[in-house]
């Protein structure tokens, strides 16, 4: 019903910057609580950002804080998260969720959508 769609991965050395987006298509997401995890080799999922439906509310892990910024395009469907002095332990693919229950929803690791990811790996 709704497809999410993660692009702007990619290789980059440490201290520089990427920035993902992540797609709706199939009905809008105006609506929806949005939010940004990821997944290192060997470990769990961790939610890195999240944003409630108007993008007045914004909330991230502790790990990124200060360095990422998750915002999002409501008239183009999209949500993006701006990466900057990128670290190798930032190395993960990173997915993209959507949850109409709200942000705080999005937080405790739910989603009602999920993303298939994209690679992003920061070299030392």
């Known amino acids: 019903q709704v497809q999410l769609v993660e692009s702007g991965g990619g290789l980059v050395q440490a201290g520089g910057s990427l920035r993902l987006s992540c797609a709706a298509s199939?009905?809008?997401?105006?609506?929806?609580?949005m939010g940004w995890f990821r997944q290192a080799p060997g470990k769990e999922r961790e939610f890195v950002a999240a944003i409630n439906w108007s993008g007045g509310f914004t909330t991230y892990a502790n790990s990124v804080k200060g360095r990422f910024t998750i915002s999002r395009d409501n008239a183009k469907n999209t949500v993006y998260l701006q990466m900057n002095s990128l670290k190798p332990e930032d190395t993960a693919v990173y997915y993209c969720a959507a949850d109409l229950s709200g942000a705080g929803a999005v937080v405790a690791g739910r989603g009602d959508y999920w993303g298939q990811g994209t690679q992003v790996t920061v070299s030392s």
């Open positions: 199939g009905r809008t997401v105006s609506n929806y609580a």
